[in-house]
Nanobody, 121 residues
């Protein structure tokens, strides 16, 4: 059974950093685009970043450019979201998802359970 599990969330002060991990089991994520999404309280879910099979990343929101980066470690069957210079508006539940394709189409076939990120002083 294909599964994704996020970890690494928590409480951080504004300006701080966190690294989220998305670990896959039951399938090899190296063949798929992997996206990070987030949903803040009272808001719709939005795409953050996605990385395709070849390691090319796509940003879905300008609000994280220059602060967040996505990377993958195929040997560990894992994708990371490095978040720097965090702001209170980054507070959300962060989800990773595997695309049905090798690129970032937005058509995802498996989702993780989410990891809470709270940015507050």
């Amino acid at each position: 059974q294909a599964q994704l599990v996020e970890s690494g969330g928590g409480l951080v002060q504004p300006g701080g950093s966190l690294r989220l991990t998305c670990a896959a089991s039951g399938f090899r994520l190296e063949w798929y685009g992997i996206g990070w999404y987030r949903q803040a309280p009272g808001k719709e879910r939005e795409g953050v970043l996605c990385i395709d099979k070849d390691g090319v990343s796509t940003s879905f929101t300008g609000s994280v450019e220059g602060r967040f980066t996505i990377s993958r470690d195929n040997a560990k069957n894992t994708v990371y979201l490095q978040m720097n210079s965090l702001k209170p508006e980054d507070t959300a539940i962060y989800y990773c998802a595997a695309d049905r394709y090798a690129y970032c189409s937005g058509s995802d076939f498996v989702w993780g359970q989410g990891s809470q990120v709270t940015v507050s002083s």
